[in-house]
C-alpha cells in the first residue's frame, strides 16, 4: 500500500510509528533523519500560553508534495513523510514533523533540511501566537528567507 | 477570491468577483484596495501581501484567469 507522503491534521502524531512505516517496505533504507517542531514557552520577550495554527486547505498539501518531489530530485533518497498539524496547540505540543528516508545518512539530513528550510517559507500556514496580553499573528522571518537561500532558492516571504 | 490569517479576520473569508475587464493580479489587488476603507487597510501596498492563483503562489503581474480561485494572505509562518 502506498502510504500517503503529506497529512495536514489537528490530531498528534506518533514519530516512532511514522519512521516505521517509512522503512518497514523498503529494506535499502539505511538511515532515517526525523525533524519535529513543537509549541514553545515564549518568542521574543512575550510568554506564549498557546499557538494556533491556520492553513489553505488543498493548496497547502499541493504545496508540500512540490517540495518533496524538488527533494526527490536533489538528492537520492527513497521516501519523505511530512505530517503538520493546525488548529489549536498546547505549550510543548508538536507542530510538525519531515522525515526522510535514504540508503545513507548525508542525502537524509540534508533532504530533511532542505524540506523544512522550504516548508517554512513556501507552505501556506499561518500561526497565531495566545499570551496573556492577548493574541498576535506571528510575523515572517528574514532568517528563514536566508536558510532557504543556501540551497540556491530565493524565497522572498519575509519581504515587504 | 479568498483570504487567509489576519486578512480573513480583517475581511472574511472571501467572495465571487466578476471583473469588467482583464487585469493582473496587482490589478486586482487595487480594485480591491479601493472598493473599501477595510480593504485599503489590510491589502494596502506597503502591507505584506501574498497572492496565489489556484493555489500556487503567483507573481502580481500574471494575467488573472478566468474562474480563477484568487487569495491574498500574508507572508506564510509555518513549521
Known sequence: ?160 | MRYFASLREALGPGQTLDLAEVTTLGGLRDQLIASSAAHAAALGRGRAVRVAMNQTLSDESVLVRDDAEVAFFPPVTGG
Open chain 1, 1 to 160: 500500500m502506498q502510504l500517503p507522503r503529506v497529512s495536514i491534521q489537528t490530531e498528534d502524531f506518533d514519530l516512532s510509528a511514522e519512521v516505521a512505516s517509512l522503512r518497514q517496505a523498503d529494506a535499502g533504507v539505511g538511515a532515517v533523519a526525523a525533524f519535529v517542531g513543537f509549541v514553545r514557552d515564549r518568542s521574543g520577550h512575550a510568554d506564549i500560553d498557546r499557538m494556533e495554527l491556520e492553513h489553505y486547505p488543498g493548496m497547502t498539501e499541493r504545496s508540500i508534495e512540490a517540495m518533496i518531489d524538488a527533494a526527490h530530485e536533489r538528492f537520492d533518497i527513497r521516501a519523505v513523510r511530512v505530517i503538520h498539524r493546525v488548529g489549536l496547540l498546547e505549550l510543548q505540543e508538536q507542530i510538525v514533523m519531515v522525515a526522510v528516508a535514504s540508503a545513507h545518512r548525508g542525502q537524509a539530513f540534508a533532504a530533511c533540511e532542505f524540506l523544512m528550510d522550504y516548508l517554512k517559507t513556501q507552505a501556506p500556514f499561518w500561526k497565531k501566537e495566545h499570551t496573556p496580553q492577548g493574541a498576535r499573528w506571528v510575523d515572517a522571518r528574514v532568517a528563514d528567507d536566508e536558510a532557504l537561500k543556501r540551497w540556491g532558492i530565493a524565497a522572498g516571504n519575509a519581504a515587504s
